[in-house]
């Protein structure tokens, strides 16, 4: 599975941007996958956002992002969002888009995610 993340940039704190990742390769696989949303702000270690079950009926994110963020899918496009609203200068990061190394259970935990995009890098200024 290839994964390529879009629509990074730059906005003033409390907007909103919107992040697609397109999914390839895999045998058409995609809607089999959960998916997840990662982000690396610079000098920290990459931490969970967002992820989102193969049918878009459970979705999980983390408590800094809750009632702001929002993940779904498009499995006729192959393709998951993050819709990122009221932005903080702290969501400042790298956003990459995963897909996980099995069929499972959703999950927080990188380690489980084997598949990445290249990441999309969002800065939001004060």
């Known amino acids: 599975v290839q994964l390529q993340a879009s629509g990074g940039g730059l906005v003033q704190a409390g907007g909103s941007l919107r992040l697609s990742c397109a999914a390839s390769?895999?045998?058409?696989?995609?809607?089999?996958?959960?998916m997840g949303w990662f982000r690396q702000a610079p000098g920290k270690e990459r931490e969970f956002v967002a992820a989102i079950s193969w049918s878009g009926g459970t979705t999980v994110l983390a408590d800094s992002v809750k009632g702001r963020f929002t993940i779904s899918r498009d499995n006729a496009k192959n393709t998951v969002y993050l819709e990122m609203n009221s932005l903080k200068p702290e969501d400042t990061a790298v956003y990459y888009c995963?897909?996980?190394?099995?069929?499972?259970?959703?999950?927080?935990?990188?380690?489980?995610?084997?598949?990445w995009g290249q990441g999309t890098l969002v800065t939001v200024s004060s």
């Open positions: 995963a897909a996980p190394r099995w069929l499972g259970p959703l999950t927080k935990r990188e380690n489980e995610y084997g598949y």
């Open positions: 390769g895999g045998g058409g696989t995609f809607s089999r996958y959960d």
